[in-house]
């Protein structure tokens, strides 16, 4: 694969994940990297890791991404919280020093996992 014509290539992962709340639960990510033009080393291009429910008898898509922690070169790391009504193309930039790092995976998988149950229970999500 390429990007912009430079090489790339890629790790993920699809999971499913019990969570205590309506819906089949899948956790995902994706890392994309790029060689770094100067050493050739392995640079991160973009990264996304998300949650993903089916199966949820909401008015919602068959299939939707409620949260994903993205990095991308051009934004930086962003929150992306699917919002039916604007078609999911809010992206709310994190500011700081450690906008062109990596999310830390562990905090973010912590969040996902237990959380956001947790958040969308106390929103009213069915059980």
């Known amino acids: ?8 290539w890629e790790t993920s992962f699809r999971s499913p994940v019990p ?3 309506k819906g089949t639960w ?3 990510g994706c890392w994309r ?18 949650l993903t ?5 909401l008015p919602l898509a068959d ?14 790391r962003h929150l992306n919280v699917h919002q039916p009504v604007i078609a999911s193309k809010a992206h709310w930039a ?3 020093q450690t906008l062109f790092d990596d999310w830390p995976l562990k905090p973010v998988l912590e969040l996902l996992l ?3 149950a947790r958040d969308l229970q106390n929103a009213g999500w069915p059980a």
């Open 63 to 76: 299939e939707a991404c409620l949260i994903r922690y993205d990095l991308d070169q051009e934004r930086g």
């Open 114 to 116: 237990t959380e956001t």
């Open 1 to 8: 694969k390429s990007i912009d014509n430079q090489p790339m």
């Open 53 to 57: 429910v089916a199966n949820h008898g």
């Open 26 to 28: 899948t956790l995902h």
């Open 19 to 21: 969570l205590e709340v």
């Open 94 to 96: 994190i500011p700081g």
């Open 33 to 50: 990297f790029v060689s770094d033009p100067v050493n050739q080393a392995a640079m991160l291009f973009e990264s996304s890791t998300g």
